[in-house]
């Protein structure tokens, strides 16, 4: 389908970079949007509240100095709000993205409609997150732009669902905007969401592992000498709902990674990380199961070069069978 308006000659690959608890700070995000792709930001990242002002602030001061100078248009830039009883900081952080015009909001658990109004009363877009076809319908009821099929093998919070059940079955009732997630770590690997039917892949293990993600170097190690989908665990103890994560590092915080207990869902909680002594993103990363594909921790310029190099050789080879 067009991306909208907003994305239409902005983009060198058809990717968002997904928002990445406690990573994503104006670092990445910029240097995503200066190579080409989407980058964004948890409205949470920032603490306290009014620092969230400064970092929008900052990035849409640094892509415009770097739009001047070298006269290219740099990608837009996204922010995430966690729709959420736990999130006391909705309203407020919803405000000052109004007040800035920040020109995608991307929307967890549950689009709102009073997100959507903000972002749709200056011209923005609001996508949203989805793992099935009954969250997808109350979103777009809801009058959002965009839907985010989080499937099974995406880092972090995560569906069950296949991709090629999923997308197929949203393509039936909406015509809108798609983006994937699930494993996606290679330019064929966007390629072939765009062959399934979404307009864009939505990535965020692989920039774990980048110079410009605030992560440990510990943490970037880890998905470096992780080997594959066998070291990733599906869990919903730390938050209260399903999610993926390094094995490596429940068992570096003592627990049995085989034997973790359930947690109660009515216990969510996402502006501390967790319910847990052990917090989600502090001390239990986050990844998918692409993590085979990760060998390296390059900057984001480098590896948007390298993803746009396999993603043109992925489409050759096929244009070629």
Known sequence: MPLPQ???????LPVIGSPLFIVSGPELVIAQCKAGIVGSFPALNARPVEILREWILRIQSELAQYEAQSGRKAAPFAVNQICHSSNDRLEQDMDICTELKVPIIITSLRAPKMVVDSAHSYG?????????????????????????????????????LSPFALVPELR???????????SIASGSSILAAQALGADLAYVGTRFIATREANADDAYKRALVEAEGGSDIVYTNLFTGVHGNYL???????????????????SKMNFGS??????????DIWGAGQGVGQIGDA?????????????YHAARSALLAT
């Open 247 to 265: 094995r490596s590092s429940i068992s570096a915080a003592g627990l049995d990674p085989d034997n973790l207990p359930q947690s109660d869902k």
């Open 298 to 310: 390059p900057s984001v310029g480098e590896l948007i070069d390298r993803l746009e190099a396999e």
């Open 124 to 160: 923005g877009l609001v996508f949203h997150d989805i793992i099935n076809i009954r969250h997808a319908k109350k979103a777009v009821d809801e009058g959002v732009d965009g839907l985010i099929a989080v499937c099974a093998g995406a880092g972090g919070h995560a569906g069950t």
């Open 172 to 182: 039936k009732f909406w015509k809108g905007t798609i983006a994937l997630s699930g």
């Open 273 to 282: 990380g967790g319910n847990t002594k052990q917090k989600a993103w502090r």
């Open 6 to 12: 907003l994305l239409q000659g902005r983009l060198r």
